[in-house]
């Protein structure tokens, strides 16, 4: 089967867009890449932009063990023990801030990327000790229940088949601010302007960030945490940012404009007189699992995109309903309702225009599954789960350049697509619509070849193997002598 495939040209590089003296210039393009944010990781007394170099092709490049050490070893030598990489990463002052504008800029320099999504999410890690930045006893998604662990808000875009990580910020609970970790903070280089700040508030804070950095997104994406609160959702709109917010099953709507207002105080009723608003004519609300089940809605089946595994065709319904914030406040928006095939209900809640068509509100529902493939790329081909990041440096400046190293891949793919495209004749041939994207384990796999790292001759084993016995050993020699300066108590 393949011998005819070669016969019919279909393995050619070049109708594929993969011309192979590209492949062969990406260890340049990686070097211009990192030359373009070299000022990034410079401060007011050092240039460690070298460090950045060394950590974005240990991630681009390597399979697994992706620490500091290891990074250092199979990049420079057998010699760099990864001290001067683990002090750019944990404790060098660059901010990981100018890395993340930069990539914003520079997809606004796309217009291939204008128009897509901007997706606020988070993502858990368990930890095993409480003496990490921002460790507490949190919700962790990927887990699905409260334990120990780093939460880390992050904002992803979305747009022609390419995702990216935009932005990211360490969640820090309340209790961090408290006078019991004022030398964790200290200790762990959290900024002493850093204040408290609900995980909504960082990621509004991030999404009116990138709009000021011109990232040329139409709508906002997220889960029912950041959808279900009316305020997140009322502070989007008067920002004019569209938004397309998963909410969960009991939240209240009204099918019909409540009338609003503080109520009279009660002829003879004592106290003082009411202040708050209330739903003054009776309406009553419903929570949005109730109308799912009412079999009033009208359900449509919508062709959404295609896909490589075919269309990916919608069953929805959307309707027009209000409802009222914390402070009373009522608002109309879109209701868009996703059956899913195992028959179960995802809920939306939209401020698009009125005038919006049910294609349009279900392309949006689609694509927060990109933001859950910008997390699956980055942790299982750039190592985002691999560091364990005490500090809270280290975490930012891994984040960034994680960023880095998914928007050079993206970019790579562009300017590609823009020299070489692919031949149109090959899908026909093929017989599929659309022939797939270039992945990032793709990219990966042509980097490597491209810049390849050194392999271990047996003599360079062994010495790296007697190295670590002759640490072990004097680590061990270390806690004996602490043994018997402690009476025999370790």
Sequence with gaps: MEGKCRSNGVFDPQRWGLPVEEVDSLTDRFRLSWERFRGCFRTRTRDPSHNAFTYLRGLLTMERNRNYANIARRVNGLEDDGQRLQHFMSDSPWSAKPVFDQIQKEIGGYPELHGGMLTLDESGDKKAGEKSAGVARQYLGRLGKVDLGQVGVTLGYYQSGEWMMVDAELYLPEVWFSPEFAGLRLGLHIPSDRTFRTKLELGLEMILRARANGLPFQVVGCDSHYGRDSRFRAQLNAEGILYMA??????????????????????????????RKKVLDGVRPIEVRELARSGSLNWRKVKVRPSERGDLTYECAALRVWTVSDEGEAREEWLFLHREGDGSVRYFLSNAPEDTELGTLALWRSLRYFAERIYQDSKSEIGWDELIARKYRAWMHHAALTALALWFIVETKLDWARRYGKDSDLARQLEVEVLPHLSVANVRELLRAAMPLEQLSREEAVRLVIKHLFHRSRSTRSRLKAQSKNGGAI
């Design 246 to 275: 998963e909410v969960p099953s009991n939240i209240h709507i009204y099918l019909r404009k409540p009338d609003i207002g503080v109520p009279e105080k009660l002829p003879g009723r004592r106290g003082r007189p009411p202040s």
